[in-house]
DNA sequence: GCAAGTCGATTACATTTGTAATCAATGAGG
DNA sequence: CCTCATTGATTACAAATGTAATCGACTTGC
């Protein structure tokens, strides 16, 4: 499974999880005011992601179209994870802590959040 | 400032977080258990993290003591940030919802949190 | 039909990272 | 004194990563 995705692969995942299936061309018109990554680039990484399992291509005429193979929301999962694990022992609430403290969140965003958390304990 | 810290490094500066100053000798015994690595490799990464400016070294007799330059609540907040910002677009409560979704908040760690936001609006 | 463009594939190459062997200096035991 | 252990420094080297040039095959406009 899922060997890990660097983080210029994780730009170009990103595009493809907003919108796909999309050609090499597409996806690096889509980078191109993020990144400054020539097509030869994009085209590398696309390649990485598809033998990393992340992608699969279907031929589109003489060309692919390239679509996630992995969800957003499991790669999320697991990058929140690790860095939960790594950082904050495992608990969630020490980064929640950790944020809020640096961060002064907005009276919204609190309500926001306590409304999350009330729906969940019901 | 801060250059990137890589996972290996990090287990060494998560070492001298515990308990600093210390010798290489004793950061590769206190590695010992939750790493296979030689004692050249720990100095390796010492030097490294030397290098990065992580660490500072002062001489004791004939060796080093090595202790860390940078705060781990600013490591924490550093790579804390760049994950809410790559995957939640800068905003903590999608991360929480997302966690929420993959219900991966116990029940401790919702009163935890809810504790937390209580706090802030005071 | 053929030149020019378009694609993916192949190859390239510097840097970073993980992992370590080896070297050189120094200090300690006999 | 001299040998040996200890310790930091230097060097090594493969894999991953960032970034891209080049090649070869296939279209397509003339």
Redesign the pocket.
Same mark, same amino acid.
Not at 6 to 9: I, K, L, N, V
């Given at each position: 499974m899922a060997?890990?995705i660097?983080?210029?692969?994780h730009a170009v995942m990103e595009v493809l999880w907003a919108d796909a299936p999309l050609?090499?061309?597409s996806v690096a018109e889509m980078l191109a005011d993020s990144? /400054?990554? /020539?097509l030869?680039?994009v085209?590398? @990484?696309l /390649?990485r992601l @598809?033998a990393k399992g992340a992608l699969a291509a279907e031929a589109e005429?003489?060309?692919?179209l390239y679509r996630p193979i992995i969800a957003r929301a499991d790669y999320v999962s697991h990058e929140s994870r690790r860095l939960v694990d790594r950082l904050f022992g495992g608990k969630l609430s020490p980064l929640v802590a950790h944020l809020a403290e640096q961060e002064a969140l907005t009276a919204e965003d609190i309500s926001e959040i306590e409304a999350l958390l009330k729906e969940l304990k019901s």
């Open positions: 060997e890990r660097s983080d210029a692969e050609t090499a061309n990144q /400054s990554w /020539s030869p680039t085209k590398t @990484l /390649s @598809l005429g003489r060309r692919f």
